[in-house]
């Protein structure tokens, strides 16, 4: 307990709980509650009285029925690495924890699909299918602790977007239990299915606000063959960016373009303790081509031959160790920004025309603001996504966005100016719901709350994340 009011039903929920699920699915020894309510980024430091973790679907059901008699709010979580403060129980929630929910079914090779709990980490189910020679379209830096689960909450993005798309184009049924208690599974998998509204994809992307994802019926894609990976030393942002976009237009085998900038790069050699085998002036292109049967090597040398004038260093990689050591250029970063500071987050996309003015914008205009303030910038530029990490010299953890003045208004309202989008792939949680309308018109924002009102009558899941 930690001293805060509670709801008045929440002992009642509680014994309830208990005697339904076993009281080993009632965590409240305090040290144990604590790892579930400080988030991946040390920001968001929230505070409950309990953790609740089932171990299947009826379990959650029964919790979250419970939960609606009683009055007491609840914040799913899975493996807690979200970024933006939605998976942290910021209020005093109960956190419901679906790491138990890790029973993973054997892929299908007709189908090339699996089944799989919401829990079960994106590692766990890479390693599965991997003996079966398939993968899987989403792949992430946090992959040993995030759940498929709160991957398909916050319909993740990932490296390889630009050729799979999101987790939303991965996830071909669900079963989920509604914020009202019902079930409602529709697992079948069939590519073709038009019978009625899509609730997966309604799901998708919801954080945990209409319900909770129980299991997922996945779509497997077949593992490359042959891979072949270039880092290549780019002038300014407008050359990574024509680049980029270069490739996107020639190279059929694309599997990932991302981008490292100025100042970003040199936080990650520090904390890698070596630096890139390319110099650049103002950002670094990582390109992968990947291919099933067939070697993209040539491929990608001919785009990066044709590009620009200035493409004239380039460092290869086609067989591991070197290929995961250059890819730690780009992985490593959101671990280096983690062990400097508290970041403010921001994961915006723009429309890639504009992509070079905004990133000049948005770190002159933070320089000019906020003295002294580390601003590293890097993404999945092939899809138009930069992550724009900003320490302040005095950071502090927060239990909410709104408690601390930041630079928040300066980076999400350019980005909306440019056209782009606030939340590109982590979501809304409580990190950015004040500025969902700088990006949504108040019919959008009417149509989700009705929404919300219908699947979660009783407003019990995630009630302060997303929406304004
Ligand atoms: C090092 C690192 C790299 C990352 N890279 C990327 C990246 O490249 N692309 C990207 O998109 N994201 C990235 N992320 C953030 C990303 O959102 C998460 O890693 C992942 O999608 C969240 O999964 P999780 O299980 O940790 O969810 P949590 O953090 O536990 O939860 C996230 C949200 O989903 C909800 N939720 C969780 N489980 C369920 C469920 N079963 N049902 C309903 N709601 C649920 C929570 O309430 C919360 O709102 C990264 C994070 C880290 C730490």
Redo the contacts with the bound molecule.
Sequence with gaps: MTGQPQAPGLEAFLSEVRSALGSAAVLNDPDVVSGHTTD?TRRFVGHSPAVVRPRDTAGVADTIRSANRHGVEL?????????VG??VPTRGEVVLS?LGLDRMGEPDPISLQITCG?GVTLGALQRRVRAHGLGFGVD???RD???L???A??N????HLVRYGPMRNQVAGMEAVLGDGSVVSHLGGLDKDNTGYDLSSLLTGS??TLG??TALRLRLRPVPTHRVLALVGCPDVAGAVELASGIRRGLGSVHAIEAVFGPAMELVERHLGRRAPIRAEGGWLLVEAAEVGRDPTDDLAGVLESGPDWVTDVAVATEDPTTTRLWEFREKL??AIAVTGIPHKFDVSVPLPRMADFVEEVTSGLAGQFPGAQVYVFGHLGDGNVHVNVILPESTAVETAEAEPGPEELVLTLAAGFGGSISA???I?TAKRRYLPLVRSPEEISAFVRLKAALDPGGTM?PH?LLP
């Design positions: 991946w914040v799913p979580q899975g493996g807690n690495t979200g970024l939605g998976s679906l919401a992430l830096a946090a602790s995030c759940t689960g709160g991957m909450a916050t993740a993005g990932g490296i954080e945990g909770v994802i959101t671990e792939e982590h979501g949680g995630n994340v």
